[in-house]
């Protein structure tokens, strides 16, 4: 029994903690929104500037149920993905990227480093150095290995298509990253971050009633004092 409570408390943590990710991502992501991007209405008007952030929150909800979805076709975690898609938003977008194109840019990146070995938290400056066209030997190992040059990503810019040009580059080293996913090792990282998922979803009644109960905490303190 003392197995079985430990088990389900350490199952319950591990959910709430998941969720706590998923809610400061959340914020991360809408304010690198708000700030990289110029955020206007569905019809094309300027917003004040809470309300860019409260359509800039509703962007971020949208980027993150797709990086879900992309990490399950990945071998990197959604945790994974959603770090580098954060270190990947502003110089996308000073690229002239959309949202959507930086997210599969990076899910394109995620792959190759698979295929070539690189570990995901070494994304960061690789997806700095692609967008911004500052690529170096030691710093940029995936663009390195498919002779992607500096002058390749200043020509892309220049002619408007950089997203095609590093999307036809990736592909074929995209495609060795597919088929990491289907060996032991591949399935069991994405079944283990789809298990954490699931666990998160169904957790989300909890979060919240936890959240409501530390707010109490605090306002009680706060009367209190």
């Given amino acids: 029994a003392r197995v079985v409570t430990r088990e389900f408390v ?21 304010g690198l929104i708000a700030a990289s991007a110029e955020i206007r209405s569905p019809q094309g008007r300027a917003l ?16 993150m149920n797709k990086l879900r979805v992309d990490a399950l076709r990945t071998a990197a975690s959604y945790d994974e993905l959603a770090r580098a898609f ?13 949202l959507d194109q930086i997210r599969k840019v990076t899910v394109n990146i995620s792959q190759a480093a698979t295929g070539l070995g690189l570990a995901q938290d070494q994304l960061a400056e690789e997806i700095r150095s692609l967008f911004s066209g500052t690529i170096t030997a030691r710093s940029t190992r995936i663009a390195t290995a498919l002779g992607i040059s500096n002058a390749d990503i200043a020509n892309a810019k220049k002619l408007g298509n950089l997203f095609e040009f ?20 591949g399935q069991l990282s994405n079944t283990a971050d789809a298990l954490k998922q699931l666990l ?26």
Avoid: W
């Fill in 166 to 185: 590093l999307s036809s580059r990736f592909a074929a080293i995209g495609k060795t990253g597919k088929l990491l996913l289907n060996t032991f090792t």
């Fill in 86 to 98: 954060q270190n990947a938003i502003a110089p996308g977008i000073q690229s002239g990227l959309t």
């Fill in 48 to 63: 004040g500037i809470d309300d860019q952030l409260l359509l800039s929150q509703q962007i971020a909800i949208d980027q």
């Fill in 10 to 30: 350490s199952m319950i943590t591990t959910a709430i903690r998941f969720q706590a990710e998923i809610e400061s991502t959340r914020v991360g992501l809408s």
């Fill in 200 to 225: 998160a979803v169904s957790s989300a009644p909890l979060f919240e009633q936890l959240k409501a109960g530390l707010r109490d905490v605090q306002e009680a303190v706060f009367d209190t004092s």
